[in-house]
């Protein structure tokens, strides 16, 4: 069964340095989104993404945050300079439809971000 | 805005029935989520309700009332398996994303 895949699976940085982190989401799928969770807390959104652009972000997702689908398989989160409040686990997903119709997010494993 | 409610912790015995309540206010609404996830893991779907009534899925239903912005999931025939947090997510106005409660955490005991 075709699955969303992240790596890595856990990293662990300094804060002030940036972070990539990387995404496939299932090939045939076309929108894709970034969710996080901090330990212990909901899962929140942060970006939604379709047709190359941002379809929309939520108040998270600040000047800090970029988002990118550099060739036609990975989608990357950038975070381009980390604090500590940053420390979660980000999970990328994708759906094969979105807009107002019927549709499934398939979540991947997840990045855990662990910023010191 | 959007808000949604439900119980932070359930617990149950194997075998057991147990129903897990979410409340929602939102402006406008384009469907409900629920999805399952074990500590440490990613999210997976369980169902999805746009219309009143109920749908199930094997030991698993959800129903949804919109007129009274509520919904439940519905778990029989519980296993030790279905430990796990239970999350109630509605898909924001514009249909751009999912907006999650807080989930439910649900232990089941022997």
């Known amino acids: 069964e075709p699955e969303v895949t992240q790596t890595p699976s856990h990293q662990v940085t300094q804060m002030g340095q940036e972070v990539i982190l990387r995404c496939v989401p299932i090939s045939n799928h076309l929108y894709f989104y970034w969710y996080r969770q901090i330990l212990g807390q909901k899962v929140e959104f942060l970006v939604s993404f379709y047709n190359n652009e941002i379809s929309e972000k939520s108040e998270i997702f600040d000047d800090q945050f970029s988002v990118e689908r550099p060739d036609g398989s990975n989608f990357t989160l950038k975070i381009r300079s980390t604090k500590l409040e940053d420390s979660a686990m980000y999970f990328c997903?994708?759906?094969?439809?979105?807009?107002?119709?019927?549709?499934?997010?398939?979540f991947g494993p997840g990045n855990r971000l662990s910023v010191t | 805005g959007q808000n949604i409610d439900q119980p932070t912790e359930m617990t149950a015995t194997e075998g057991a029935i147990v129903q897990i309540n979410c409340t929602y206010q939102?402006?406008?609404?384009?469907?409900l989520f629920w999805y399952q996830q074990h500590a440490g893991e990613a999210p997976t779907f369980l169902s999805y309700?746009?219309?009143?009534g109920l749908e199930e899925k094997g030991r698993f239903s959800s129903f949804l009332s919109r007129s009274k912005g509520y919904s439940y999931l519905l778990l029989k025939e519980l296993q030790m398996k279905d430990s796990a947090s239970y999350l109630c997510a509605v898909i924001n106005q514009a249909g751009t994303a999912l907006i999650f409660g807080k989930g439910t955490t649900l232990s089941v005991s022997s």
């Open positions: 309700n746009v219309l009143d």
């Open positions: 997903a994708s759906s094969e439809t979105g807009g107002l119709a019927t549709y499934e997010e398939y």
């Open positions: 939102t402006s406008g609404f384009n469907g």
